[in-house]
């Protein structure tokens, strides 16, 4: 009797297992109810799991359906719903801070509406997906690297294809897909990738010793096979260390633009100068161009007032905050200030101030305007 009731126990618990941890590098806890469980590789993970990662810490989970989940450091993931039989099959996550990235398996394949990943501040649906996301209360950071998905909330959806992201600030809709950056892309990933050590390292001490086993599982390796076209996507050439560094902003605007030479173009909005108001016509005229390399910037203002016209060379610096300044090149005192705004830097606006001496220099006449151009597409 005893004996074939240990049998049935073990029976229910190998039923209920739904995944197991085949990865893990520093330390993880997982709730079961009430019950709190070191986890350890090897652990089995049931519905309505929860696991918190420790800082420096990181793990991998692979489901019964070959989904993969891997988690950064000081992230929280739990197990909403998960049916994986011949009947059903459904796979609602959450994850509610940190560094994530999802391989969907077969559930994912035969029925993508039913694999839903919740965070803080959306739900993503998926269609043959790799998704790498930094998670916390005030926003979200959703990439997709293989696939499609379509990241949602109470005021809109987007989708995101592969290769792109999308940000979600907390209560609002996600903001238009954009275009990422390669090494933007794999330092993403690599916050929630096992195989990679964080920096600093958690130090081991005897109460929480770091465990680190197979880089990459036997099942993970498979799935990422599967998926070869997520590999020519996510997969980059080792960097130099000067390349793995973090973009500065200037790259991250160049990334941001896809060039490194934007041009804008606009019009002298408002301004007057000694000898009246500056004209809105067809000669007035700005045109800006940078160069995100070197941080340099020249252009030409032109506009004409009641008297006179007026065809002012100029040249400067885009700093680091992307403000830029610059001055006169052909005569002119003085020179400027603007800023390249917009979701996606499309704009830069500024204001000027010049001088132009007159009259055996006895006598100063002063410009003053404030301009608007828009990127150049």
Same mark, same amino acid.
């Given at each position: 009797m005893k004996y074939s009731m240990a049998l049935l126990l073990i029976s229910s618990s190998l039923m209920a297992s739904i995944g197991e941890i085949t990865a893990l590098r520093g330390t993880a806890d997982l709730q079961r109810g009430t019950e709190h469980i070191p986890v350890t590789v090897g652990t089995k993970l049931e519905k309505h799991d929860r696991i918190d990662t420790?800082? *420096?810490?990181?793990?991998?989970?692979?489901? &019964?359906? %070959?989904?993969? +989940?891997?988690?950064g450091q000081k992230s929280r993931f739990s197990v909403d719903e998960y049916l994986f039989d011949d009947k059903n099959v459904q796979a609602r996550f959450t994850i509610k801070k940190g560094f994530f990235k999802? +391989?969907?398996?077969?559930?994912?394949?035969i029925a993508p509406s039913h694999f839903k990943v919740r965070t803080a501040n959306a739900t993503i649906g998926v269609r043959g997906t790799t998704i790498i996301g930094e998670i916390?209360?005030?926003?979200?950071?959703?990439?997709?690297?293989?696939?499609?998905?379509?990241?949602?909330?109470p005021q809109g959806s987007v989708v995101v294809n592969q290769g792109e992201?999308?940000?979600?600030?907390?209560?609002?809709?996600?903001?238009?897909?954009?275009?990422? &950056?390669?090494?933007?892309? %794999?330092?993403?990933?690599? %916050?929630?990738? /096992?195989?990679?050590?964080?920096?600093?390292i958690a130090p081991v001490t005897s109460t929480a010793p770091v465990t680190t086993l197979k880089t990459e599982t036997t099942e993970s390796k498979r799935v990422v096979e599967?998926?070869?076209?997520?590999? %020519?996507?996510?997969?980059? +050439?080792?960097?130099? /260390?000067?390349q793995q560094e973090q973009l500065s902003p200037r790259e991250e605007i160049a990334n941001v633009l896809g060039? *490194?030479?934007?041009?804008y173009e606009g019009r002298v909005t408002e301004g007057s100068t000694s000898y009246g108001v500056i004209q809105q016509d067809d000669y007035n005229r700005v045109h800006l161009g940078f160069d995100l390399g070197d941080g340099s910037m020249q252009g030409n203002i032109q506009f004409h007032d009641n008297v006179e016209?007026? &065809?002012?060379?100029?040249?400067?610096?885009?700093?680091?905050?992307?403000?830029f300044d610059f001055n006169s090149r052909n005569g002119y005192d003085g020179g400027g200030h603007g800023k390249l705004e917009g979701t996606k830097y499309e704009q830069a606006n500024g204001t000027f101030h010049f001088e132009e001496k007159e009259f055996f220099n006895l006598h100063t006449n002063k410009i003053d305007g404030k301009f608007e151009a828009d990127l150049k597409r």
């Open positions: 420790a800082p *420096q810490s990181k793990l991998q989970i692979v489901f &019964n359906d %070959k989904t993969v +989940i891997s988690l999802s +391989i969907t398996g077969k559930i994912g394949k916390s209360q005030k926003r979200d950071i959703i990439a997709c690297t293989y696939g499609r998905i379509v990241v949602s909330t992201r999308t940000v979600v600030a907390q209560a609002k809709a996600p903001r238009e897909a954009e275009r990422v &950056n390669r090494i933007i892309m %794999k330092q993403l990933d690599k %916050k929630s990738d /096992p195989a990679v050590a964080p920096s600093p599967e998926q070869k076209e997520s590999q %020519k996507t996510t997969q980059i +050439i080792e960097e130099t /260390p000067q060039t *490194q030479r934007p041009v016209q007026y &065809n002012i060379d100029v040249g400067g610096k885009l700093k680091e905050d992307a403000t």
